[in-house]
């Protein structure tokens, strides 16, 4: 039977899929996720891998794991996982596209409204008991409705997020590698070089994957572009965007708010800069947290590395150069 290592505990649907063809060693704390030296341990007897965002699986992780032909990540994201490394080897890299972006798009959708409404804050304002009367000027925030979107990453979840901004009445621009004809038509946005984009969103959201074009997209220089009654949400990769710059812009009022669901490094330290301002609403990555869909995404992750283990094609195969029948 095969060997499978799972970095943390996952749906019970998932499980028992896994534990009915092979022999499982699973990471028992659900909240902390194991050191580096235990994975590395484990992957010495492990034919498969099933592990998260969290989980670093370098190259020296991959070289250790002599019997590896699978490597499954419960995420659509895979920048933790050396891919070139394991595709040397022939081990199959899997992951969770589709089944989490809408509930994602929600999330991300959640955090325009928040930062741009200035929700948290205005619940602290509340329940601080410094609410004195209906005021004309008391926590006045942005509009959503009729403004502008800017899509960085028009992949499926920035679609997913432009669905939706038709309800708003929005005009939506987006930058990309390359412009999406097929998309422009179907969702009535407009393609826009980054730097346009910044100028002319009022509500700026990002979707891209991290990658090493990617990393510090936004910096100074970025939202130094952007309009002082801008609002950025990043439910994407924290790397996208450079903290402490972001951090500056908030403080000093060149953007309006942020909206983030994602951080340079997770959890953020408590004293982060970003975590000390009102105008920036933080979640611990939760963009795709509901029962549902982590549910599908543990499912998915496992029947993906089962067909890889079992010889099969996996249906989403990050390396498919490393399949063969
Ligand atoms: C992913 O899947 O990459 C998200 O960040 C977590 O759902």
């Known amino acids: 039977m095969a060997k499978v290592y799972i970095t943390r505990p996952i749906a019970d649907e998932a499980l028992a899929l896994v534990r009915g063809a092979a022999q499982i060693s699973l990471w028992p704390n ?65 992951n969770t596209p589709g089944v989490l972006t809408e509930t994602t798009a929600d999330l991300a959708w959640s955090l325009i409204a928040a ?64 412009p999406k004809p097929d998309a422009e038509e179907a969702l009535g946005v407009r393609f826009a070089e980054l730097h346009e984009l910044l100028r002319e969103s009022d509500i700026v959201s990002i979707h891209t994957p991290l990658t090493d074009r990617t990393h510090h997209l936004i910096g100074a220089r970025e939202l130094a572009l952007m309009k002082p009654s801008a609002v950025l949400v990043n439910t994407a990769r924290g790397t996208v965007v450079d903290g402490k710059a ?54 998915m992750a496992a029947d993906g590395l089962l067909a890889a283990l079992e010889g099969r094609r996996p249906p989403y195969l990050v390396n498919p150069e490393a399949f063969s029948l």
């Open 30 to 94: 659900p909240d902390v996720p194991p050191p580096r030296d235990v994975i590395l341990a484990e992957v010495r007897s492990a034919d498969g891998l099933l592990c998260l965002l969290t989980d670093a699986i370098d190259a020296e992780i991959i070289a250790a794991g002599e019997n590896l032909r699978a490597i499954s990540n419960m995420a659509v994201g895979y920048d933790n996982i050396d891919v070139p490394a394991a595709t040397a080897r022939n081990i199959l890299v899997c």
């Open 115 to 178: 930062a741009a409404r200035r929700i948290p804050e205005a619940d602290r304002y509340l329940r601080a008991g410094r609410w004195k009367s209906w005021s004309p000027q008391l926590m006045l925030g942005q509009d959503i409705c009729g403004s502008t979107l800017g899509i960085i990453g028009l992949g499926r979840i920035g679609q997913a997020v432009a669905r939706r901004a038709k309800g708003f009445n929005m005009r939506i621009l987006y930058a990309d590698l390359a």
């Open 246 to 299: 972001l951090a500056d812009a908030l403080r000093e009022g060149r953007i309006f708010a942020a909206g983030l669901d994602v951080f340079e490094s997770e959890p953020p330290a408590l004293d982060d800069p970003l975590l000390q301002l009102d105008n920036c609403v933080v979640l611990p990555h939760i963009g795709s947290a509901s029962v549902d869909t982590r549910t599908r995404m543990a499912t």
